[in-house]
């Protein structure tokens, strides 16, 4: 059986307890592996979390896979205790020849936390026993399971819909529970309708009649779980259940990321290991990768526009005093505070954007000025340098006589596409360029135009550039600008089309933007200033 | 100047105040053109919500062409009043002589929202002056604008945190507005910091100490926006500011769909016409739309996962009882229970839909299991037909052989793109089809691949299609699939294409699909759609 310390300074007195791995994989969409779900263990330890809810052994073959697996040996765990999550015995069935509970032993897990229906309409209407039934279930699984040597939590199902319906039937099973030995039982907003205000006025008086060590399970159906959460904490509870990203059912569980982040920079209460805090952005980006979800950029604490400014307004007053426009100072949580230079902000955002990029400007004045009116001018076409960093930079540099000049100069290029006869469709792209004084004509296919272009494109520039093979792209998007609706009313497709492409070469990313009537152009745009940005970094400014 | 009736339930007693146009628009990534913005009015004036911010006129040009626009008549508010957002007279000027406040009154509307500062350190260190002439700043602009017949709400910004630091400073502002007239203060926690428990207390302490009527605006940077708006409303607010789907600076702002649904389903509080709430979903979708941000699946009440159930636990419980596990019926506000990995929710949704247009499936159950798996196979493979009712309705009467032939058949097309060395780029097509027995070739040329292919394919059967003349395409939108990067992760380019096609004959509009690895080849096949969806209503189905 694995068995770890507890290492937060709060120790044993408050649980971070998460749940990704069970209701997180809930969540439409998510489907993780037996592997997936080690590796997130790895991170919600690395973390510092109390419990990892790993899963329910017996129910789900994967479940009971990862259990064996991590008892085996393949993660260490150095801070967590693993949970291993499940029911009580079935109504009518003695605990000891309930073959689910046995799996719960048989997982090896040192904490259990075993759901209970804790409404009595569920208990007639869903379960079809009775309250007395019902509570022998809990107490009989709860002594069984502590008995076997596991710390045994209980989840009230249901419980705020419940006790609003019939309180005494709804403490029946929580008393049930800690006669079995349960030390903490947790409250569940399973349908995930509650609101803070009431939420809390229940645990209150919950932990008033009982004096049970109380625990608190959200769901996020009314955009309160993280709220509800710390509501609940502040009415007494010492144990929250997360999830990361708050994945889950319908509209989730409350995010582990922004409860912790609210325990301890709002409430200081030490929740994790010290050295965790500035970890959240990345564990939260890693734990989406794997979930194959694209990180929530507007996330609380850990998205990547947390700390992003747009604002011209407060761009100049965040250039003298960050700490004014910030709730907190985003290297706690591992964030970066940035300024989108949009229409919306003028020279002083330009000039912070430029010292996040290692230019000074503020000696340049004149230029700042120019750059100023050319991105003005660019944004009212259609371009947008909020995500395009590595474009600004270039314009930047430019603007300041700071550029090189590109390794390779276009002279024409061409893109056939036919739909043959047979159905097949093939795109191909011929280009016309001179590099290192050379003039060179490559042709390419690819599945579409722009992956032709670009497969053509480094055809013809490999044996001229010798860091373009490591250069991929990672991300292409494109935006039809409706706005340009207006002017050209007769042809939906006749409008601006802004492509974004984001370019990795292993180490770093960037992306780059091309704005153009033409798609494959504006694309193109874009693919230049990839290859620009890259090969300013490998031969950097005469500055 | 613009003025509409109240015509909400509670009337003025309760303001829903959307900031979609200004606030909203500082979510990085979003960038509304003029369009956009008319189109987004529109909408949240027919969910009927009271004010209706619409930017900061004589700051930013696009928002000065909108209030003039609006002032033309380009939209009838039929529920809400318009809001313009300034900032009050500058330090040391004369409020009769500020541009700002001038361009205020010019864009006519009869509601301004003044931002003033009311943390004393945002004063002194990001205004640079003192608290006596803030407060003079304030009264003077609120007190001149309500002589110009305007009804002033005053947002105090970064009020908790200077609240917290000095509050004799900060109510001093919300009564300096008062004086001059404003007859709301909003309480603005700019920094987003705030969580629900001491943001309530600080309301409920400002309403006991001033007697003010007292407005909410909320960040979500702690994942409380939504809760610290309710929790404001039961300390005593009546006057709430969101935006749709919680687009914002940052984190972004409360959400107003999530808002909205809490104060009705849960607080019983009436604050939209009655029949509003069940067009919640429909909004919500149609604003991420004009917004071009992908609705957010999981979004308490509106997203298409907010009312479902992954098959488990109580799959056939759900069935029985679905009131014992979704915390509303999710009718109400528009949107659907789903049961997710059972056959039987997909069925029921394509009965529904069949239904809406008029297709009876119930008598068909073999068509509708064959119509299912079609369904679930095209999105299996990225295709969507939430947005393209057009395309759908096709492959439903298709499927029930209710379908005429293809006034044209398509042999093949070629599309020729050349950057040429002068810079020129020319876009050529040549559609090879069949129509009315005979073999047509047609070649147009076009501002971009897509354009130049729709202007072929009508030249070749404009003499064969007497009503194609009044078909025009009236939008067009691509979206790349990030998700099939996973397999092909060498290039970005190479990922699979959806683009959706909006047509209109001059009386009704229709939206179409294509889904290809090639954009051009996915624009035709939405092209194709539109087409055929227009001969389909020319001449009806055989049925």
């Known amino acids: 059986m694995l068995r770890s310390p507890?290492?937060?300074p709060l120790g044993d007195s408050f649980h971070v307890y998460d749940t990704t791995l069970r209701d997180g994989a809930q969540r439409e969409?998510?489907?993780y592996s037996v592997t997936d779900k080690l590796a997130v263990a790895r991170l919600l330890d690395s973390l510092g979390v109390g419990f990892i809810e790993g899963g329910w052994p017996g129910a789900l073959p994967k479940d009971t896979e990862f259990f064996a697996r991590v008892?085996?040996?393949?993660?260490?765990?150095?801070?967590?205790?693993?949970?291993?999550?499940?029911?009580?015995?079935?109504?009518?069935?003695?605990?000891?020849?309930?073959?689910?509970?046995?799996?719960l032993l048989d997982s090896q897990a040192p904490v259990v936390t075993l759901v209970a229906k804790s409404d009595r309409r569920h208990v007639e209407r869903a379960l079809r026993t009775d309250v007395a039934e019902n509570c022998a279930m809990v107490r009989d699984t709860v002594r069984h399971l502590v008995e076997e040597g596991r710390r045994v939590f209980l989840d009230a199902e249901h419980f705020f819909d419940g006790y609003a319906f019939d309180?005494?039937?709804?403490?029946?099973?929580?008393?049930?529970?800690?006669e079995g030995g349960a030390d903490v039982?947790?409250?569940?907003?399973?349908?995930?309708?509650?609101?803070?205000?009431?939420?809390?006025?229940?645990?209150?008086?919950?932990?008033?009649?009982?004096?049970?060590?109380?625990?608190?399970?959200?769901?996020?159906?009314?955009?309160?779980?993280?709220?509800?959460?710390?509501?609940?904490?502040?009415?007494?509870?010492?144990?929250?259940?997360?999830?990361?990203n708050g994945y889950g059912e319908r509209a989730g569980n409350a995010d582990l990321f922004a409860v912790v982040g609210n325990l301890v920079t709002k409430l200081g209460l030490q929740v994790l290991p010290h050295e965790s805090l500035a970890e959240l952005t990345r564990v939260s980006h890693a734990l989406a990768e794997i979930a194959n979800i694209a990180p929530d950029t507007h996330q609380?604490?850990?998205?990547?526009?947390?700390?992003?400014?747009?604002?011209?307004?407060?761009?100049?007053?965040?250039?003298?005093?960050?700490?004014?426009?910030?709730?907190?100072?985003?290297?706690?949580?591992?964030n970066d505070m940035r300024v989108l230079v949009t229409e919306m902000a003028g020279r002083a955002s330009l000039e912070l954007k430029g010292r996040e990029l290692g230019i000074d400007l503020t000696r340049r004045p004149e230029a700042l000025t120019n750059v100023v009116r050319k991105v003005k001018e660019l944004e009212a076409g259609g371009w947008s340098f909020e995500a395009a960093d590595a474009s600004l930079e270039l314009l930047l540099k430019a603007e300041l006589s700071e550029l090189d000049e590109l390794p390779f100069r276009l002279e024409s290029y061409r893109v056939v596409l036919d739909h043959?006869?047979?159905?097949?469709?093939?795109?191909?792209?011929?280009?016309?360029?001179?590099?290192?004084?050379?003039?060179?004509?490559?042709t390419a296919e690819g599945n579409g135009p722009v992956h032709a272009l670009d497969a053509a494109l480094r055809k013809a520039l490999l044996p001229h550039l010798s860091w373009l093979d490591a250069v991929k792209l990672n991300d292409y998007k494109v935006r039809i600008l409706a706005g340009t609706r207006s002017t050209s009313a007769e042809h939906g497709t006749d409008a601006v089309t802004r492509v974004l492409v984001e370019s990795t070469d292993g180490e770093q990313e960037w992306t780059t933007v091309g704005v153009h009537g033409n798609i494959v152009e504006a694309s193109w745009l874009a693919l230049c200033d990839a290859l620009a940005h890259k090969a300013m970094r490998v031969s950097p400014s005469r500055a």
């Not at 008086?205 to 608190?216: K, N």
């Not at 959200?218 to 955009?223: A, I, R």
């Not at 250039?319 to 706690?332: A, F, Q, R, S």
């Not at 043959?420 to 490559?442: F, L, M, N, Q, Y």
């Open 167 to 178: 309180p005494d039937t709804s403490l029946r099973v929580l008393e049930s529970a800690v």
């Open 6 to 8: 507890h290492v937060t």
């Open 420 to 442: 043959r006869p047979d159905g097949a469709v093939v795109s191909e792209a011929t280009v016309k360029v001179h590099a290192s004084g050379e003039r060179v004509i490559a």
């Open 300 to 334: 609380a604490y850990v998205g990547s526009s947390a700390f992003a400014h747009k604002a011209g307004l407060h761009a100049s007053a965040i250039k003298v005093d960050p700490e004014l426009y910030n709730h907190i100072d985003p290297d706690t949580v591992g």
């Open 29 to 31: 969409g998510i489907s």
């Open 185 to 244: 039982v947790v409250l569940c907003d399973t349908n995930g309708g509650q609101l803070p205000l009431g939420l809390s006025e229940t645990v209150a008086d919950v932990i008033a009649r009982t004096g049970f060590r109380v625990g608190i399970h959200c769901q996020d159906d009314t955009s309160c779980a993280v709220a509800n959460t710390i509501a609940a904490v502040q009415a007494g509870a010492t144990h929250v259940q997360c999830t990361a």
């Open 71 to 103: 008892a085996a040996g393949e993660v260490a765990l150095k801070h967590a205790q693993l949970v291993a999550f499940g029911s009580t015995r079935r109504a009518g069935v003695k605990v000891t020849e309930d073959p689910q509970v046995k799996a």
